[in-house]
């Protein structure tokens, strides 16, 4: 093949059209771009009444537990503590947050497209999803209520 018969695939190259505003944002935007502070968070050995009152103090669906250095070993939702907890919260109330959470939560990372926090809400059935940075420590949390901004936001700005 000689120079001349060469063709350089990125010659050519069209840019992506978008059907609309919101398919642009969420192919294009980062998660980092939708709104993911403030957000709570507590250590893994807070007694599990403390959490709670925590929850309703910070007026929050859940707490991320995160150990000393930031790093990310669970969350605790409502849902843990209506399921795991209410019913023997005397018998509980003393006992660390981390047997109570849900250990190992999906998380996104702030420079993951936006659309991939939609994919883990969606087939993960998570109404929250962590967001990590690069070094692994949190740097916030995204809600159904954030998306739906985020997205109304690119839609009413392109009226």
């Given amino acids: 093949m000689s120079a001349e018969d060469f063709q350089d695939p990125l010659q050519n190259y069209e840019p992506k059209e978008f059907a609309d505003p919101i398919q642009e944002a969420l192919a294009e935007e980062t998660v980092g771009s939708i709104q993911h502070t403030p957000y709570a968070t507590i250590l893994p050995e807070t007694p599990v009444g403390e ?12 707490l991320l537990v995160v150990e000393e250095e930031g790093r990310l070993v669970g969350v605790f939702s409502d849902r843990d503590a209506l399921d795991k907890v209410a ?73």
């Fill in 51 to 62: 959490a709670i009152r925590e929850l309703a103090a910070a007026h929050v669906a859940c």
């Fill in 87 to 159: 019913l023997e919260y005397d018998d509980v109330q003393d006992r660390p947050v981390s047997e109570f959470m849900t250990p190992n939560p999906v998380y996104v990372y702030e420079t993951d497209a936006s659309a991939s926090a939609l994919c883990v809400m969606a087939v993960n059935r998570h109404r929250h999803v962590p967001i990590l940075d690069l070094d692994e420590k949190v740097t916030g949390i995204i809600s159904p209520q954030r998306v739906t901004q985020f997205l109304h936001d690119r839609l009413v700005g392109t009226a």
